[in-house]
C-alpha cells in the first residue's frame, strides 16, 4: 500500500505558485520523498526527491517539514502543461532501486 | 535523445488471444520495469528486471510473463488476455549506477481487449 496520502484534485490559477502537500507520517529514516507527475496519456516524470533537505531544481521546489512527516512541492509559476496527476512516494534511495508504489495522487488544473 | 520506447501505441487484441507488447531503451540502464494503469487509477507495478534477475510481484498474475533478451529490450506477454487485463501498459528504466533512482518511463501501450 501506498505510504502516502495527498488531496485527490487542486486548482492553480495560470502564473501563480503551485503548492501540492503529501503526508507521509510513517516514513522511515532512510525513505527518500519522490515527486513525480502525469500528463494525460503519457508515462509518469520524474520531478525531484528529496531525504531532509529542501530542494530545488529547474521544475519544482520540494519542501520537507523537519519531522519529515509531510512535504509540499512547489511549481512556482504554474503553467497550463502543468495540470496533470502529481504523485508522492516514498522509497529507499541509493542503490537499493525497487518499486514505485503509487498512491491516487492530488490531479493538479491549472486555469487561465 | 536517449529514451524508451514503446510499441505498439495502441494494442486491440481478442479475449484468450496470447498478445506482446515491447519496450526498448536507448538509456543503456539496467533496471526495467512493467506497470499496469487501469482507467482512472495509479499504475501498478506487475514485474521489474534488476540486469537479468527477474523480480516479480506477488499479486501478479501467472497470466503475465515477461521477458528481457538484453539490456535494450524487454517484452510483456499477456497468456490469455481477459477483459480485466484492458489497460495502459508502463515500461520504465532506471540505472542503479547512481543514488537517484529515478525512473523513466515510456508513452505506454493501451491494450483493448474485445
Known amino acids: 500500500d501506498a505510504k502516502t496520502t495527498q488531496p485527490p484534485s487542486m486548482d492553480c490559477a495560470e502564473g501563480r505558485a503551485a503548492n501540492l502537500p503529501c503526508n507521509h507520517s510513517?516514513?522511515?529514516?532512510?525513505?527518500?520523498v519522490y515527486w513525480y507527475r502525469q500528463i494525460h496519456s503519457q508515462g509518469p516524470q520524474y520531478i525531484i526527491h528529496?531525504?531532509?533537505n529542501n530542494e530545488t531544481n529547474e521544475m519544482a521546489s520540494l519542501i520537507i517539514t523537519e519531522d519529515r512527516k509531510s512535504s509540499t512541492l512547489i511549481l512556482p509559476h504554474a503553467t497550463l502543461r502543468d495540470t496533470a496527476v502529481y504523485y508522492c512516494?516514498?522509497?529507499?534511495?541509493?542503490?537499493?532501486?525497487?518499486?514505485?508504489?503509487f498512491g491516487q495522487g492530488t490531479e493538479l488544473s491549472v486555469k487561465p | 535523445d536517449a529514451m524508451v520506447i514503446q510499441n505498439p501505441r495502441y494494442q486491440v487484441t481478442q479475449f484468450g488471444k496470447p498478445v506482446t507488447l515491447s519496450c526498448s531503451q536507448t538509456?543503456?540502464?539496467?533496471?526495467m520495469y512493467w506497470y499496469q494503469q487501469k482507467s482512472s487509477q495509479a499504475p501498478k507495478l506487475l514485474f521489474h528486471y534488476y540486469d537479468k534477475d527477474f523480480n516479480n510481484e506477488a499479486d501478479t498474475p501467472d497470466n503475465f510473463q515477461s521477458r528481457r533478451p538484453n539490456t535494450s529490450f524487454c517484452f510483456l506477454d499477456i497468456r490469455s488476455p481477459g477483459l480485466g487485463d484492458a489497460a495502459m501498459y508502463l515500461c520504465?528504466?532506471?540505472?542503479?549506477?547512481?543514488?537517484?533512482?529515478?525512473?523513466?518511463f515510456g508513452p505506454g501501450t493501451r491494450l483493448t481487449v474485445l
Open positions: 538509456l543503456n540502464h539496467n533496471v
Open positions: 512516494i516514498v522509497r529507499p534511495g541509493g542503490n537499493q532501486g525497487g518499486k514505485l508504489i
Open positions: 520504465a528504466t532506471s540505472t542503479s549506477r547512481t543514488g537517484i533512482n529515478e525512473q523513466f
Open positions: 528529496g531525504l531532509k
Open positions: 510513517t516514513i522511515s529514516g532512510n525513505e527518500y
